[in-house]
Structure formats: structure tokens, C-alpha cells
């Protein structure tokens, strides 16, 4: 069965914005400015035609062609199809599983899914379940450059692929401190061959493939040398800092009520992170620590939130959950 398009749903702007990567819900739906006067036929009209110039914009940022006859796919680039997520909500599981269901019904092997947001968790797990039913997926995040129509003229708009944490919780007491154990990022910008074959002479230029930054330079006699820039998952790392109770402040949106033009609070479902622990370099001092202190908390079931942002201003969160006092 055809999954419902996940552009129509309403979008509504969020009070608290996300440090780097902007949030799905502060972004514009395409239903912003559909003429709610119109018949419903017309108004259906006027939203599919922002719901196409919408995924031609995306689809245009990521040079990709645009394409029909798929239920999860819009688009094609290099030999991999391409799927944009919603704009207003999260990718979720469901999103990808039914990419997965497509791919082995079509016998598709290579897909990009492209998103604003990714719901925590997902991955790693989601891509070893498709990579053991033989489909690579590479999930990339949909940067605010999209909306940037000289950026997108100049192919400037780069999406990052999606990164993932790895934590360790030590508890003592009724005190928390947090271990950051392991980031593992797959960026590609350009390639190391295509630098090999188009650098001149006496020119040097740095490449990021399969996760690894590379100087690749060319001396006078054309002969070619790399040298490997990132020796350790911690050289991706800008700062990172740790929330010690996620769910302790609820994210609150205001929405205009249609029918009395009142503005209303509601609570999204999501919570806001809140900075109470972090690391990070700075010019004089490139050291990072790698574990935080410990933090008092109060007895009980709780989650615990690590955002780690990377040296391009990404930024990627998990959730940790831990269990503080006697009770275990």
C-alpha cells in the first residue's frame, strides 16, 4: 500500500530552536499559504503544487533527478534512489522500514534518505537490518542551505551524513558522570581519486571520504602524496556536553487557532536539552575530556541526553537511560 505523503501534515514554528541543525519544526511546510478561501478541490491543487516545487527544491540542492513511480522514492543520483523525509516531523522507523519493504519488492540496492530530523535511536540499527537484506542506505541530514537559492545555484549546499554516539554511564551513589566512548561519523565530500586526477602541480587539497579528512597534495613532478588528517573519532569533535535529566523541561510550541485567531501552547512530545555539563577546545587548548563529572541526582529512572557537535557545527544526540540510588 502507497504510504501518505509525509509533506501534508501541518507545521507549526517551535519557541526553543536546536543549537546547529534546524529542527523540522521551525522549518516551513508546504501548506504555509495555501489560500484556506479556495474550494477544497483548489486548495488540493495548490498544495501539491508547493508539496513538487518543495521536493524540486530539495532534489535540486542534492543534484538529483527527479523521479516517478515509486511509493517511497522522489528523486535518483550516481545509481542510488533518493527519498525525502517529512519536513515537519522526524524520520521515523516506520519511514525507513517501508523504504526497506520497496527496495526488496523492487530489488533495490543503493537508497539515500534525506532529513531535517532522524528519530533518536534509529540508527545504527535501522542500516544493519537493511545492510543484511543487502540495501545500502546512507542518511543525510537536509541543511538550511536548501532555502539559500545562491548556494543551491552554485552547488554549495553540502548534506552531511548522519553520525552516531556512544556512551557509557558510571553511577556512584546518587551521583551520575558520563563517558563519551566512541563518534563515529561517514561524511564524503569529493573522493581521493578525483583529487589525484584533477589537483595540479605544486597544489595540495583536503578531501573527507568514508570518514577520514585527507591532505592529498601533488609535487612539482606530478608525483601524488596523502596524509590522513583524522587519527582518532575524537578529531571530529568541536565541544560536546551532556543534559543529566532530558525530560526535566518540556518543548512548548505556539500555534494560531484557525478558528478564533487566539494563539495556543501545546507540548510537541519532544524536550529541551539543557547544557549542564561540556567539553570543548579552544585555539590555545585542543585537548577534550572524555568523561564529564559527576553530577548529584535525584533517586530513580531518568535519561540522560549527550550531544556531541563536529568540527562542520553538526550537531548529534543520544539518550541514556540510568537508574540513580538503591533501587536498580
Avoid at 488540493?44 to 524540486?56: G, M
Avoid at 567539553?279 to 549527550?306: M, N, Q, W, Y
Amino acid at each position: 500500500m502507497r504510504s501518505p505523503n509525509p509533506l501534508r501534515a501541518k507545521v507549526v514554528v517551535a519557541e526553543h530552536q536546536s543549537q546547529q541543525q534546524p529542527k523540522s519544526s521551525e522549518l516551513n511546510s508546504p501548506d504555509v499559504g495555501v489560500n484556506p478561501n479556495l474550494r477544497e478541490e483548489q486548495r488540493r491543487q495548490q498544495l501539491e503544487a508547493k508539496e513538487r516545487a518543495f521536493l524540486d527544491l530539495i532534489l535540486r540542492a542534492y543534484r538529483a533527478e527527479r523521479t516517478d513511480g515509486f511509493a517511497s522514492f522522489h528523486g535518483k543520483r550516481s545509481g542510488r534512489l533518493v527519498a525525502v523525509g517529512p519536513v515537519n516531523m522526524p524520520v521515523s522507523r516506520l519511514f525507513v522500514e517501508e523504504i526497506i519493504v520497496e527496495c526488496r519488492k523492487k530489488h533495490i540496492t543503493k537508497v539515500d534518505i534525506l532529513g531535517f530530523e532522524f528519530e533518536m535511536g534509529l540508527f545504527p540499527n535501522v542500516l544493519d537490518e537493511a545492510r543484511s537484506k543487502g540495501i545500502d542506505i546512507a542518511p543525510k541530514y537536509i541543511p538550511a542551505d536548501v532555502f539559500d537559492k545562491r548556494a543551491v545555484e552554485k552547488n554549495q549546499v553540502v548534506f552531511h551524513d548522519v553520525s552516531f554516539i556512544e556512551v557509557k554511564p558510571h553511577i556512584k551513589g546518587s551521583s551520575v558522570a558520563v563517558e563519551l566512548t566512541d563518534f563515529s561519523v561517514f561524511y564524503s565530500q569529493d573522493s581521493i581519486a578525483n583529487a589525484e586526477a584533477t589537483l595540479k602541480d605544486k597544489a595540495s587539497k583536503i578531501v573527507v571520504e568514508k570518514g577520514q579528512i585527507v591532505k592529498v597534495s601533488k609535487d612539482k613532478d606530478g608525483i601524488v602524496t596523502r596524509e590522513t588528517l583524522t587519527q582518532s573519532w575524537t578529531d571530529w569533535i568541536d565541544y560536546w556536553s551532556v543534559d543529566f535529566d532530558f525530560e526535566s523541561k518540556r518543548e512548548i510550541i505556539r500555534t494560531q487557532n484557525p478558528d478564533t485567531g487566539e494563539w495556543e501552547e501545546a507540548w510537541t512530545g519532544d524536550y529541551i536539552f539543557e547544557n549542564e555539563w561540556q567539553s570543548f577546545r579552544t585555539k590555545k587548548d585542543r585537548s577534550l575530556e572524555l568523561s564529564s563529572v559527576f553530577h548529584e541526582c535525584r533517586p530513580g529512572r531518568r535519561k540522560i541526553a549527550v550531544k556531541v557537535v563536529d568540527i562542520f557545527g553538526n550537531d548529534t544526540m543520544t539518550i541514556a537511560e540510568v537508574t540513580v540510588g538503591a533501587s536498580k
